[in-house]
T-cell receptor
Framework: GAVVSQHPSRVICKSGTSVKIECRSL??????MFWYRQFPKQSLMLMAT?????????EQGVEKDKFLINHASLTLSTLTVTSAHPEDSSFYIC???????????FGSGTRLTVV | GENVEQHPSTLSVQEGDSAVIKCTYS??????FPWYKQELGKRPQLIID?????GEKKDQRIAVTLNKTAKHFSLHITETQPEDSAVYFC?????????FGKGTMLLVSP
């Protein structure tokens, strides 16, 4: 079945630094990947849609200069949280779809803590 | 855009009872309706999904029904077990996007 790998699973960083999160589709090519943010006890909120070879589409209210998304290949999308602040602390999850039949597969998520 | 409402937010049942979670959606163009189970700190796991050309789908103890006219779909879990305890999310969308409900915390007591 479709497998999506996400790294790192946990990261602690200092305020003002940047953090990169990787999302890889291991056994399929994903032309589209999605990045979600989830606060404790809340639902998944779509941040942006990442398309291979083109600019990401950001949801309303998500700062594109703060959350940089790169989808350089059909198997890798990265999310970089720039100049992180404590309010950026959250659970970030990516997902990808292999084709129009299988639906969406989620990565294991990244717990970001900014101190 | 799509708006998904999910109820109830919490649901407590006794082991062996059935559990039903309901969702409504707003965009008639949505044609894909998955349900995810998420345990604390882990990724959402797809448990069942249904597409708009089907009214009902069943997989062992889990079933989903879809009423496109009324724009609502429901998750049914029969013979609940303590390991069913988790947060369940419904979602609606298509091939290019997915909108999630706010989640239902299901607690199954032995």
């Amino acid at each position: 079945g479709a497998v999506v790998s996400q790294h790192p699973s946990r990261v602690i960083c200092k305020s003002g630094t940047s953090v990169k999160i990787e999302c890889r589709s291991l056994d399929f090519q994903a032309t589209t990947m999605f990045w979600y943010r989830q606060f404790p006890k809340q639902s998944l909120m779509l941040m942006a849609t990442s398309n291979e070879g083109s600019k990401a589409t950001y949801e309303q209210g998500v700062e594109k200069d703060k959350f940089l998304i790169n989808h350089a290949s059909l198997t890798l999308s990265t999310l970089t949280v720039t100049s992180a602040h404590p309010e950026d602390s959250s659970f970030y999850i990516c997902s990808a779809s292999r084709d129009r039949v299988d639906g969406y597969t989620f990565g294991s998520g990244t717990r970001l803590t900014v101190v | 855009g799509e708006n998904v409402e999910q109820h109830p937010s919490t649901l407590s049942v006794q082991e062996g009872d059935s559990a039903v979670i309901k969702c409504t959606y707003s965009d008639s163009a949505s044609n894909y309706f998955p349900w995810y189970k998420q345990e604390l700190g882990k990724r959402p796991q797809l448990i069942i999904d249904i597409r708009s050309n089907v009214g009902e789908k069943k997989d062992q103890r889990i079933a989903v029904t879809l009423n496109k006219t009324a724009k609502h779909f429901s998750l049914h879990i029969t013979e609940t077990q303590p390991e069913d305890s988790a947060v369940y999310f419904c979602a609606a969308g298509g091939y290019s996007t997915l909108t999630f409900g706010k989640g239902t915390m299901l607690l199954v007591s032995p």
